[in-house]
Nanobody
Framework: QVQLVESGGGLVQAGGSLRLSCAAS????????MGWFRQAPGKEREFVGA??????GTYYADSVKGRFTISRAKNTVYLQMNSLKSEDTAVYYC?????????????????WGQGTQVTVSS
C-alpha cells in the first residue's frame, strides 16, 4: 500500500528557507509523477510543483518559480523553499500520480500524504 509521509515543516521568518521531505513507500515509483500542493487557510488546495520520478523533469507554479526547487533521491522527494514569503504559509502536501505526464490538477493524483504545516512570519 502506497504511503507518502511529509516532514520538515515549521515556522520560519520571511526571506528564510525550509526543505520539506516526502518519504514514499509501498511500491516502485518509476514513471510516477510526484507533486507538491499547498492549502492556505480559507483557500483551495493549489499546485506548487511536480517532478517526474524517472526523468527528473520538473514543472512549477508561477508563484514559486525561481524560489522553490523539487528533487528526488532514493525513495524521497524534496521541496526546497527559498526566499519564503508570508503568502507561502500553508499546509503542504505531497502527492503521487500513476505514470503519465505532469499535470497540475488535484484530481489527477492518486495518493496523498497527510500534510505538513509551513508558517512564514513577516
Amino acid at each position: 500500500q502506497v504511503q507518502l509521509v511529509e516532514s520538515g515543516g515549521g515556522l520560519v521568518q520571511a526571506g528564510g528557507s525550509l526543505r520539506l521531505s516526502c518519504a514514499a513507500s509501498g511500491r516502485t515509483f518509476s514513471g510516477y509523477t510526484m507533486g507538491w500542493f499547498r492549502q492556505a487557510p480559507g483557500k483551495e488546495r493549489e499546485f506548487v510543483g511536480a517532478i517526474s520520478w524517472s526523468y527528473g523533469g520538473t514543472y512549477y507554479a508561477d508563484s514559486v518559480k525561481g524560489r522553490f526547487t523539487i528533487s528526488r533521491a532514493k525513495n524521497t522527494v524534496y521541496l526546497q523553499m527559498n526566499s519564503l514569503k508570508s503568502e507561502d504559509t500553508a499546509v503542504y502536501y505531497c502527492a503521487a500520480r500513476r505514470p503519465g505526464v505532469i499535470i497540475t490538477t488535484i484530481g489527477g493524483y492518486d495518493y496523498w500524504g497527510q500534510g505538513t504545516q509551513v508558517t512564514v512570519s513577516s
